[in-house]
C-alpha cells in the first residue's frame, strides 16, 4: 500500500510572493532542506510547514527531488526570525531566506556535507576490510583506523546536529548603557553566559568595530570567541556556524550579518555603537536594521540585551522613556566640542583658508598629535594650506569614514574642519546625526573642535529631551513609522508615508507593500 504523500510549503532563496508547495512520500518537518525544482531550475529550500490540505488540485503539485539530509536543518527559531524580518521589513520570506543562506554558504554547507560523505564511504571499506580474515596486528591497525573514522563522523555529525533546545523567557527588559568604560561592562555579562552554558553575540557596526573589539575580548576568552564577518575565509565562518549549531558555548562577534548564524542557546546579544546609520541594510532585501533585528533576535531566544552607545538613538531613547529599555547610567550627558561658528568668522575677518583663526591657535597651542577630518575640501590643496600654515608639524587628514575604519592612537585634538559636510542631508535627523558624530569624536581624543554654519545643531546644550519633543511635535520617527517608496536601481524616494505607531501599524505597511507601483520597492525606517 503505497503512502500518503506529504505536502509541504518551500522556502527558494528567490523573490516570491507565494511560497511554492510540494509533495513528498515521507514525512517532512519544518526546517529540513529539500532539492526542489521550480521553473526547470533546481533550488535548495527548507520546508516551511507542512499542508493537511493543498491550496492546488494535487495533480498540479510537483513531487521534490531529494530530500537533503546531509545539510543541516534550519532551527525553529531562524524560521521565526526569517518571519519577524518579512513582515516587519515587507520583502518577502525568500530574500530573506537568501540573505541568511546566500550562495557561498551554501556552497559551503555542500563542502562539508561531502566531507562527511567521503568519511561514511572510507568507514564503509574500513568495515569490509575487518570482515576478512587478517593477522592479529593487521587486525589491530584496521580496528584502530576504524575507530578514527568513527570519532571523526561523530564530531561531523554534531557539528551540524540539528536538537534545538527549549525556548526561555527573555531575562528583563535590554539595557542601555552610555558611560564612558561601557565596554568594559560587556565583560563580566559575556562571561555569565558562557558559565550558564549558553552562547552570545557581540554586535558592531562595521569590521573596524570588530577588529578594535576583538582586541578587548581576545584575551579574555580566547578560543571561545567566534569573529564572523566579510573579513573572514568562508573556512572560517563555516567553522563558526558549526560551532554554534553543536551548541557549545561560544561568543560570536560580527557585524549584521552575524544575526543570521545558527544560534542553538542564544543567551546575550550586546550591540555595541548601537546609533550608527551602518547598521541599516540598504540593498539588496531585506532591508533591515540590525540593531533592531538584534532586539527581535534576542527575544525569540530569550535573550538579555545590552545596547553600548555614547549618544544612544532617539529611537532607544524614546524606549527608555516609554519604559520599555531600562537606562543603566541615569540620563545620557551628550558629549561635548567646542563649536565654531564659520559665518561668525567669516563676517569677522576670522578666516585663513580653509581654517578659523581660533582653530589655527588651538592647534598651535597642541603639544600632542593633531588629528584633522576633512568633508567636502580636497586632499592636495588641503596639504599645500596645512604646511603653510603648520610648518613642520605632523598633521593627520582623515575622512570619518576612514576615522571609523583606521582609529587613531594618542591623538591630543580631533577637529572637524567643515562638520556639516558629515551631516550630509539636512533632515530631521540631521540634529540627531550632528550629536551622535560628536559623541563618535569623543572617543578618538580628549579635545574636540568642530568647524561649522549651523553650530546650534552641535550645540550639546540641546539635549535629547528637547530633540525628542521635536520629533513628537511633528510627527516624525521614533514617535512613527518612515515607510519610503524608493525607485528600483536608483533608490530614488517617490514617496513618504509617516505611519501611526499603533495598532494599525502593521495593517497599513501592509496596504502599502500590496499597492506598490511598478518598479518601486518599500523601504521601512530608512535613514538617509
Wanted: proline share 7%; net charge positive; with cysteine.
Amino acid at each position: 500500500m503505497t503512502a500518503a504523500p506529504t505536502y509541504i510549503q518551500v522556502l527558494l532563496p528567490v523573490k516570491l510572493r507565494w511560497i511554492p508547495t510540494y509533495y513528498a512520500d515521507m514525512p517532512l518537518q519544518a526546517g529540513r532542506r529539500v532539492c526542489v525544482e521550480l521553473g526547470r531550475k533546481r533550488y535548495d529550500g527548507v520546508v516551511w510547514r507542512t499542508l493537511e490540505r493543498p491550496d492546488l488540485p494535487p495533480e498540479k503539485i510537483q513531487p521534490i527531488v531529494a530530500v537533503q539530509d546531509e545539510l543541516p536543518r534550519v532551527t525553529a527559531e531562524e524560521l521565526r526570525f526569517w518571519e519577524f524580518l518579512s513582515d516587519y521589513y515587507l520583502c518577502t520570506l525568500g530574500e530573506v531566506y537568501k540573505a541568511a543562506y546566500p550562495l557561498l554558504k551554501l556552497r559551503s554547507e555542500q563542502t562539508a556535507a561531502d566531507i562527511l560523505a567521503r568519511l561514511q564511504q572510507r568507514l564503509a571499506r574500513k568495515e569490509e576490510q575487518l570482515a576478512g580474515r587478517h593477522g592479529e596486528r593487521v587486525m589491530q591497525r584496521l580496528s584502530a583506523e576504524r575507530d578514527a573514522l568513527q570519532a571523526q563522523l561523530a564530531a561531523c555529525r554534531a557539528q551540524s546536529g540539528s536538537a534545538d533546545k527549549p525556548g526561555r523567557p527573555a531575562p528583563g527588559k535590554p539595557l542601555v548603557l552610555t558611560a564612558a568604560d561601557r565596554r568594559d561592562a560587556y565583560l563580566p555579562v559575556l562571561r555569565e553566559a558562557l558559565a550558564a552554558g549558553r552562547q552570545a553575540l557581540v554586535l558592531t557596526p562595521e569590521i573596524a568595530f570588530c577588529d578594535r573589539m576583538e582586541a578587548l575580548l581576545a584575551p579574555e576568552f580566547g578560543q571561545q570567541l567566534l569573529v564572523f564577518h566579510s573579513g573572514k575565509t568562508p573556512v572560517r565562518r563555516r567553522a563558526a556556524a558549526e560551532t554554534l549549531r553543536s551548541g557549545a558555548p561560544a561568543i560570536v562577534l560580527g557585524t549584521r550579518s552575524a544575526l543570521f548564524l545558527p544560534y542553538r542557546d542564544l543567551g546575550l546579544v550586546v550591540v555595541d555603537e548601537e546609533q550608527d546609520a551602518a547598521y541599516k541594510q540598504t540593498d539588496p532585501a531585506p532591508r533591515y536594521h540590525g540593531r533592531d533585528a538584534a532586539v527581535a533576535l534576542a527575544g525569540i531566544h530569550g535573550a538579555r540585551v545590552l545596547l553600548g552607545a555614547a549618544v544612544p538613538s532617539l529611537e532607544t531613547l524614546l524606549n527608555v522613556r516609554l519604559g520599555k529599555y531600562d537606562l543603566a547610567d541615569g540620563p545620557a550627558v551628550a558629549p561635548h566640542a567646542e563649536v565654531i561658528d564659520l559665518a561668525a568668522e567669516r563676517r569677522k575677518n576670522g578666516l585663513v583658508g580653509t581654517f578659523s583663526r581660533k582653530l589655527i591657535d588651538a592647534v598651535r597651542q597642541t603639544d600632542g598629535p593633531v588629528v584633522l577630518l576633512r568633508g567636502w575640501e580636497k586632499p592636495e590643496p588641503l596639504q599645500e594650506e596645512i604646511a603653510a600654515l603648520f610648518p613642520g608639524r605632523d598633521i593627520r587628514v582623515l575622512t570619518l569614514n576612514a576615522l571609523k575604519r583606521e582609529g587613531v592612537s594618542g591623538a591630543a585634538l580631533l577637529a572637524v574642519l567643515q562638520a556639516d559636510a558629515l551631516v550630509s542631508r539636512d533632515d530631521f535627523r540631521a540634529d540627531e546625526r550632528a550629536a551622535q558624530i560628536v559623541g563618535t569624536l569623543c572617543q578618538f581624543a580628549p579635545r574636540i573642535v568642530v568647524q561649522t554654519a549651523v553650530p546650534a545643531r552641535f550645540d550639546a546644550a540641546r539635549g535629547t529631551d528637547a530633540l525628542l519633543d521635536e520629533r513628537r511635535q511633528f510627527g516624525f520617527p521614533p514617535y512613527t513609522r518612515l515607510v519610503e517608496i524608493r525607485r528600483q536601481g536608483s533608490g530614488e524616494v517617490v514617496g513618504r508615508h509617516f505611519l501611526p505607531r499603533d495598532r494599525s501599524l502593521a495593517a497599513r505597511k501592509a496596504a502599502l507593500a500590496a499597492d506598490l507601483p511598478a518598479g518601486t520597492y518599500p523601504d521601512v525606517d530608512p535613514l538617509d
